[in-house]
Nanobody, 124 residues
């Protein structure tokens, strides 16, 4: 699976941004697509995930009710709509895929393929 992120940028506190992830090479073994983020000096942390077939979504508590993950099966894309952005949301955001059926892993090590990331900066 190959993943390419786009849509990052600079936004003010309280603003919105939408990230997109183009997914290619999907197979019947692909279970979920997720978003993680990483800021300097911190570990890569789970943000959100969507089960590719069912559309069921999962969110980290820190972004729940502010971020929305969705997918377009026809276009093989995943989007992350981010609202009410805060300076602490500043990070490089990564798109990732998982073949681990039946579970949404919170640890980055348990996800399989990764994009190169896109920078999101929220100014205060």
């Amino acid at each position: 699976v190959q993943l390419v992120e786009s849509g990052g940028g600079l936004v003010q506190t309280g603003g919105s941004l939408t990230l997109s992830c183009a997914v290619s090479g999907l197979s019947f073994s692909t279970y979920a697509i997720g978003w993680f983020r990483q800021s300097p000096g911190k570990e890569r942390e789970f943000v959100a995930a969507i089960i590719w077939n069912s559309g069921t979504t999962y969110y980290a508590d820190s972004v729940k009710d502010r971020f929305t993950i969705s997918r377009d099966n026809a276009k093989n894309t995943t989007s992350l709509q981010m609202n009410s952005l805060k300076p602490e949301d500043t990070a490089v955001y990564y798109c990732t895929s998982s073949n681990r059926w039946g579970q949404i892993a919170l640890r980055a090590e348990e996800w399989d393929s990764w994009g190169r990331g896109t920078q999101v900066t929220v100014s205060s």
